[in-house]
Each structure stands twice: as C-alpha cells, then as structure tokens.
C-alpha cells in the first residue's frame, strides 16, 4: 500500500540547481526516516541524504554543504535541494522510507538528475 512518488529530476549544467520531491502514500506505522539515495551507472546504491522524524539530517561527506534535505510531515513529503551540481552527481535518484518497526524500506521509482555542459 506504501507508495512513493519522485519528481524535480532532469539536465542541469554544472554548477546549477535543482529541487527534488517526494511524497509518501499509504499506511505508514511508527517511527520513519525519510531519505534520498542515488545509483550512478555501475556503482552501488549510495546514500545521499536522510532526516528523522524529528527532523534531524544526516549528509553524505560527497555532497555536504551543497544539497539540503528537508521534510513535511503534514504532506508526507521529503525534498532535496541540490546546489552547485557536478557532473559526478550524475545519477538516478531514490527516494526511500525507513521504518524503525521492522527496519523495512519503501523505494520510490526513482528519478535521473543529469549534470552536464
């Protein structure tokens, strides 16, 4: 029933900016964490971003200081601001829910963000 809708990715030169959203559907149970992962081709799933539930959030060493995670409760939604974009961003682009209760994890379909001159 848990479904999980992205948005916001596309082309982008370097240096520029985008904004992804995600909103969250369906019976979630107990305490989550809402996050952000990216998979680049032929490389593993990477956690990008995450915020808790009280809204703690937590960052990748490769993009800190340059994305900002942010979340609504109200709308079940997660968001990922994305500054200074390189082309190492290059990616598809996840979201993800963690539950505490069962330690399951709800994906989104995933949305590609490209960084390119």
């Known amino acids: 029933q848990v479904q999980l809708v992205e948005s916001g990715g596309g082309l982008v030169q370097p240096g520029g900016s985008l904004r992804l959203s995600c909103t969250a559907s369906?019976?979630?149970?107990?305490?989550?964490?809402m996050g952000w992962y990216r998979q680049a081709p032929g490389k593993q799933r990477e956690l990008v971003a995450y915020?808790?539930?009280?809204?703690?959030?937590n960052y990748a060493d490769s993009i800190k200081g340059r994305f900002t995670i942010s979340g609504d409760n109200a709308k079940n939604s997660v968001y990922l601001q994305m500054n200074s974009l390189k082309p190492e961003d290059t990616a598809v682009y996840y979201c993800?829910?963690?539950?505490?209760?069962?330690?399951?994890?709800?994906w989104g379909q995933g949305t590609q963000v490209t960084v390119s001159s």
């Open positions: 369906g019976s979630i149970i107990g305490i989550h964490n």
């Open positions: 993800a829910i963690y539950t505490h209760y069962g330690g399951r994890y709800y």
């Open positions: 915020i808790t539930n009280v809204g703690i959030a």
